[in-house]
């Protein structure tokens, strides 16, 4: 089955700190994984996307994903946090055989605070 | 990107009430909208996926009854919650789908649901 983990239900970083939100995963093949944040009452927005090549993917507001096989992990990091970092972030992965656009399964959500 | 348009933003409704929520998608046309809901501190859960000219799917548990969902146009999907109750306060987030190259989902900026 697959599934998306988020260890941390919150991070809190001070500004100006590297950040890392944690997402491990298990879903059978090479996954497509994303990263998603979501500020109050708001929809998600899209932030990275891993689906091939260089296992350091960079994406919006600088942040950027280290997918790590071995470990099943995909990781976002900031090497500077900013006060407006501070939000909802979900981990989302996609099986790869799968088609439609329903398949996507979501962590349970970090939230980032990050203290001025 | 796609845009997609979700009304209203914030509802409060007596117990008892229906609330229709509209999700449009303004520059492409959908011919699936998936519906959301994600309760305080957690994850989105997919509650339906609608479909233009044919009736939506139910993902196990959601009462069909009581979350009715039309599809009527390809940039029109509306979600009414009948005869809400308390339980059903929530974060309600429509998504057209996905850019078919990376997956990546859309999502409308979600309605909040408070029923009293």
């Known amino acids: 089955a697959q599934s998306v983990a988020q260890p941390e239900d919150q991070v809190n970083v001070a500004e100006g700190n590297p950040l890392t939100v944690k997402c491990t995963y298990s879903?059978?093949?090479?996954?497509?994984l994303f990263w998603y944040v979501q500020y109050p009452n708001r929809g998600l927005q899209f932030l990275l996307k891993?689906?091939?090549?260089?296992?350091l993917v960079k994406g919006s507001y600088g942040f950027e994903a280290e997918f790590n096989k071995s470990q099943t992990s995909f990781h976002l990091k900031k090497p500077s946090a900013l006060v407006s970092d501070s939000a909802l972030y979900f981990c989302?992965?996609?099986?790869?055989?799968?088609?439609?656009?329903?398949?996507?399964?979501f962590g349970t959500g970090t939230r980032l605070t990050v203290i001025p | 990107g796609a845009v997609v348009s979700q009304h209203p933003s914030w509802v409060i409704c007596k117990s008892g009430t229906s609330v229709k929520i509209e999700c449009r998608s303004l520059?492409?046309?959908?011919?699936?909208m998936f519906w959301y809901r994600q309760f305080p501190k957690q994850s989105l859960m997919l509650m339906a996926t609608?479909?233009?000219?044919?009736?939506?799917?139910?993902e196990q548990g959601v009462e069909k009854d009581k979350f009715l969902i039309n599809h009527a146009s390809l940039t029109l999907s509306t979600l009414t919650v009948t005869s809400a109750h308390p339980e059903d306060s929530s974060f309600y987030i429509c998504?057209?789908?996905?850019?078919?190259?990376?997956?990546?989902?859309?999502f409308g900026e979600g309605s909040r649901l408070t029923v009293l």
């Open positions: 891993y689906i091939t090549g260089d296992n």
């Open positions: 998504s057209p789908g996905t850019r078919l190259s990376t997956g990546e989902l859309f």
């Open positions: 989302a992965v996609r099986p790869p055989d799968q088609t439609g656009a329903n398949n996507l399964f």
């Open positions: 609608s479909n233009e000219g044919s009736k939506a799917t139910y």
């Open positions: 879903v059978s093949g090479n996954p497509y």
């Open positions: 520059d492409f046309q959908a011919t699936t």
